[in-house]
């Protein structure tokens, strides 16, 4: 679905000023002509080749070029070969860099449904398929902007999960106040119900 509210330059930015800003938009699936998944995204993670724990550090190779290729378009790989992952590149072409969908809450569900970011794939039954999609200009799976305006107060910024290598840099942003998030920071409790 086209959404011309979400400006095209969005993406052409770095990873870690996308990431931030993709926090209370919406991912969308149709599945068939009546039926539509939608949740509000509450976690990414940022990556770009310019660190050691991106697809696109080394080179690019045949399973990660298409994080080299056009912003605003879905890079999905297979983490240890069990689940998929969802990323967005981002920047330019060319540049690996790229926006991971960490969780997303979906209202009514169970709100760990998509915890994760292997959740989210398995709940949005997105594989590869979906790869190199345009975000925007498709009919099957994008993401539309926030209805709402988010301050830097409501976000935790903080380190990556699950990655071995640059674990130091302070590249994920989470919704404070969702208890949809994989993995809070030492110290942040969940929300309590309201």
Same mark, same amino acid.
């Given at each position: ?111 760990? &449904? ?40 409501? &976000? ?39």
């Amino acid at each position: 679905m086209k959404d011309d509210s979400f400006p095209k330059e969005f993406f052409y930015r770095h990873s870690k000023l996308v990431a931030p800003d993709l926090i209370g938009c919406y991912l969308i699936k149709k599945n068939n002509k009546k039926s539509l998944v939608k949740g509000l995204i509450v976690e990414t993670e940022a990556y770009s080749q310019e660190e050691e724990a991106c697809h696109g550090y080394r080179k690019k190779t045949e399973s990660n070029k298409l994080l080299f290729g056009k912003p605003g378009t879905f890079y999905i790989y297979k983490s240890y070969g069990i689940h998929h992952c969802l990323n967005i590149v981002t920047d330019k072409e060319n540049f690996a860099s790229g926006v991971l969908i960490r969780a997303v809450f979906i209202s009514a569900k169970n709100e760990r &449904l998509a915890s994760g970011p292997g959740l989210v794939t398995k709940t949005f039954d997105v594989d590869k398929s979906f790869n190199s999609l345009e975000v925007l200009n498709n009919n099957s799976l994008w993401i539309s902007q926030r209805d709402s305006s988010i301050e830097e107060k409501d &976000l935790i910024q903080t380190t990556r999960i699950g990655i071995s290598k640059a674990k130091n840099i302070k590249w994920r942003w989470y919704l404070k106040n969702s208890r949809s998030v994989s993995k809070r920071l030492k110290g942040d409790r969940t929300p309590k119900f309201k």
